[in-house]
C-alpha cells in the first residue's frame, strides 16, 4: 500500500465535520430539514425582511400623524424615534437569545426558559391576544378601503366579513415561505399608497377635512393642552408600530439560516423607523389636525380612492401575516414533537386549519365590538406589546447577563437600564390599558361611535 494510500482525505473529513454540525443544529430547531415530511425552513433573509416589515408596516404608519396632533411635531418626532430605537434593540435581544439557545419556535419559549411554565403560558397568552387584536384592526382597515372604494356601497360588517374570509383563505397555507410573495406585494403596493398620500398632501391647498373658512389647521411644534389620556394614547399608538417584534421570532424558526437574522431585523426595523418620522412629519405639517383615522383618507376624495385603491392588498395582508402567527402559536403547540408537525397527515390538517379559523372569528368579532381603528391599535399596545416588547426582552437579557449587576461601572449601567425598563414596560400595560379602555367607554358615551357591529360607513366617504 502507497503512503498516499494511507493520508488521511482531509477534505472529506472537513466536509464531514461541516454535515454533522449541522445536523446537530438542525435537530435543536423545532422544524427539522431531515425529516419525513414538509420542510418549513424555506425562507431566505431577504423574504424574512418583508415579512418582518409588513407584520409592522401598516399599524403605525396609517395611525401614528393622527397622533402627532395630540402631543405636536417635536414630542412626535421624539417618540418615534426613541420608540423606534427601543424596539429596534429589543429585536436583537430576542434573536441573540433565540441563538445562544437553540430550538426557540416563539417569545413563549424564551420564557419558559426564564421564569418556567408560568411565565410560558402567560407570555403565549398575551402573545394570541396581541396578534388577534392586529388581525382585527387589519380587517378594519381594509372594510374602511372597501367602504372607500365603493362609497359605502355595502354594510361595514359585510365589508369586514369578506375580509375575514380572504384572510382565513391565504393564511391557512401552513409555511411562511408560501405566502412571501404576498407579503412583497402588500409591502410594496401600501408602502406606494403611503407616498402618493405623502406628496398628495404636501402639494394641496388646504387640508381636505379641514371646514371651510378654517385657516387654521392646527399644527403646533409642543401641543398645548395634552391630558395624560391623550398623552399616554400618543405614546401607545406610537410605541405598537415598531413593537411587533414577537413575531420575528417565529419568521426566524423557519428561515434556511437561522443564523442570518441580523439581517431582516436590520433592513426591517431602518427602514419602517425612516419612513414612519418622514410620513407621520409631512403629513401633519400640511394636514394638522385634520388628519383622517386611518390615514390614507387625508387628501381628498380621489386621493383616497387611489391609495386605499392600491393599497388594499397590504391592508388585507397585514391581516393575513398576524391571523398566520396567532394560529402558529397554537399549531406548534399542540403538535411540537410529533411527527404530525410536519407530516401532512389528518391531525396536522385539523389543527392548522382549526387553529387558523378560530383565530379569524375571534379577531372579526372583537373588531366589530371595538371597530376604531387607533384606539383597537392603543389597546394592542397596551394589553399585549408592552409586555411582549418591554418587559419579556428586558427579563431574558437579564437572564443571560444578571451578572453585570457585580460587574464595573458600566456593565451596572447596563443591568440598571434593563431593569429599569421592566418597570416602564409594566407602567406603559398599566396605565395604557386604563387609558385604552377609558377612551373606548368615552367613544360610547358621547356617541362618536355608532355601536358594535355597525353598518355604518367607517371611511368618511359618505354623511
Known sequence: MSFSDKTPDLNTDVEQVAVDINDHEDQNEVFKTHVEGENYRTVSWYSSFALMFKVLFSVGVLSIPGVFAYVGALPGALLVIGWGLFNTYQAFILGAFRLRHPGMHGLQDMAYIVGGAWYRELVGILYVVGYTLVTGSGLIGTATAFNAL?????????????????????????????????????????????????????????????????????????????????????????FVS?????????????????????????????LLNVT????????????????????????????????????????????????????????????????????????????????????????????????????????????????????????????????????????????????LFIFIGLFMTVGGSYTMIQTIIDAYATGSVDRAFSCADNSGSTQ
Request: charged share 10%.
Open 150 to 238: 365603493s362609497e359605502h356601497g355595502a354594510c361595514t360588517v359585510w365589508f369586514s366579513f369578506v375580509a375575514l374570509i380572504i384572510s382565513t383563505a391565504v393564511a391557512a397555507f401552513p409555511k411562511f415561505g408560501q405566502i412571501g410573495i404576498v407579503a412583497w406585494i402588500g409591502v410594496t403596493l401600501l408602502y406606494i399608497a403611503v407616498l402618493v398620500l405623502t406628496i398628495a398632501v404636501g402639494v394641496q391647498d388646504r387640508p381636505f377635512l379641514a371646514p371651510e373658512g378654517v385657516t387654521d389647521y392646527g399644527y403646533q411644534v409642543v401641543a398645548s393642552g395634552t391630558t395624560f389620556i391623550t398623552g399616554m394614547s400618543a405614546s401607545l399608538i406610537i
Open 242 to 270: 415598531s413593537s411587533g417584534t414577537s413575531a420575528f421570532i417565529p419568521i426566524i424558526a423557519e428561515m434556511k439560516n437561522p443564523k442570518e437574522y441580523k439581517k431582516p431585523i436590520t433592513a426591517a426595523m431602518g
Open 276 to 419: 414612519y418620522l418622514v410620513v407621520s412629519l409631512v403629513v401633519y405639517r400640511y394636514c394638522g389636525i385634520y388628519i383622517a383615522s386611518p390615514a390614507l383618507g387625508s387628501a381628498g376624495t380621489l386621493i383616497k380612492k387611489i391609495t386605499y385603491g392600491i393599497g388594499l392588498p397590504g391592508l388585507l395582508v397585514s391581516a393575513i401575516l398576524c391571523q398566520h402567527l396567532a394560529a402558529k402559536y397554537f399549531f406548534v403547540r399542540i403538535l411540537r414533537g410529533t411527527e404530525h408537525l410536519q407530516k401532512k397527515t389528518k391531525t396536522h390538517w385539523i389543527t392548522w386549519l382549526g387553529s387558523v379559523i378560530l383565530i379569524g372569528i375571534l379577531s372579526f368579532v372583537i373588531a366589530e365590538a371595538i371597530p376604531f381603528f387607533s384606539t383597537l391599535i392603543g389597546l394592542v399596545g397596551a394589553l399585549a406589546y408592552a409586555p411582549l416588547a418591554i418587559v419579556v426582552p428586558m427579563t431574558l437579557w437579564l437572564y443571560d447577563f444578571g451578572h453585570y449587576r457585580k460587574g464595573n461601572l458600566w456593565k451596572k449601567a447596563l443591568w440598571a437600564f434593563h431593569v
